[in-house]
């Protein structure tokens, strides 16, 4: 592993995580390039952040359960490949069900470099502390869809509520929110503004 960057629970006491890019369950349907065990990499500065992250997280009741960190370029390249293969209809009603693979790169849910491969973004939802269930956040990782947007419309109150929480425990710890994604935050001081790594997750 490269300097500066570690596994996420090993610096974060009491994180949760499924690293749906290591497994299948994720929109290719497949364990994706680089992604060699199921835990999530970050920087040290994104596990500091994450710790203050999990502290405020807590006084709403909530913990805070990863989906992903550091991903390597050759995942986002083996994005890129897999929308330019025919569909198979295998992930598209769960993941993408009002557009096509040849469309995520112009909406942004996908890109041909991500602030993913430079350590200080993360994927993440909220989990109730007292039961250990997800919280009910309007739609899963990765549905790619008008839905996830901040803002949307068509999600409950309660679902708005915890999409809020998560936005003003991330703000509050030094994290911007993404517009098309209501899980994904990056690291406003992040270490490595400008370098796009290609190391396994391993």
Same mark, same amino acid.
């Given at each position: ?44 500065? #994104? ?13 709403? +009741?909530?913990? #805070? ?14 994005? #890129? ?5 025919? @569909?198979? /209809?295998?992930?598209?009603?769960? $993941? ?11 909406? /942004? ?6 602030? $993913? ?15 250990? @269930? ?14 996830? $947007? $901040?803002?949307? @419309? ?19 710890? +030094? ?28």
């Amino acid at each position: 592993m490269k300097d500066e960057f570690v596994f996420v629970d090993e610096f974060v006491p009491g994180i949760r995580w499924d690293a749906k890019y290591a497994t299948g369950d994720n929109f290719t349907g497949r364990p994706v390039d680089g992604y060699l065990v199921d835990r999530v990499v970050g920087t040290r500065a #994104l596990c500091a952040a994450l710790v203050s992250a999990a502290e405020k997280a807590a006084s709403y +009741g909530f913990g #805070l359960l990863l989906w992903d960190g550091y991903r390597p370029q050759r995942a986002v390249d083996c994005f #890129l490949r897999w929308t330019e293969l025919p @569909e198979d /209809g295998r992930t598209k009603r769960r $993941h993408y069900p009002n557009i096509s693979r040849s469309e995520m790169l112009a909406r /942004g849910y996908i890109a041909a470099k991500s602030g $993913h491969s430079r350590g200080g973004t993360v994927d993440l939802t909220l989990y109730h502390l007292g039961t250990g @269930e997800p919280a009910a956040m309007g739609g899963d990782h990765d549905l790619m869809d008008p839905i996830s $947007h $901040h803002g949307a @419309e068509g999600i409950t109150r309660a679902e708005d509520r915890n999409r809020r929480h998560l936005r003003s425990v991330m703000e509050s710890c +030094g994290f911007r929110p993404y517009d098309c994604e209501w899980w994904h935050y990056t690291l406003e001081d992040e270490p490595f503004p400008d370098t796009y790594f290609d190391f396994p997750v391993g």
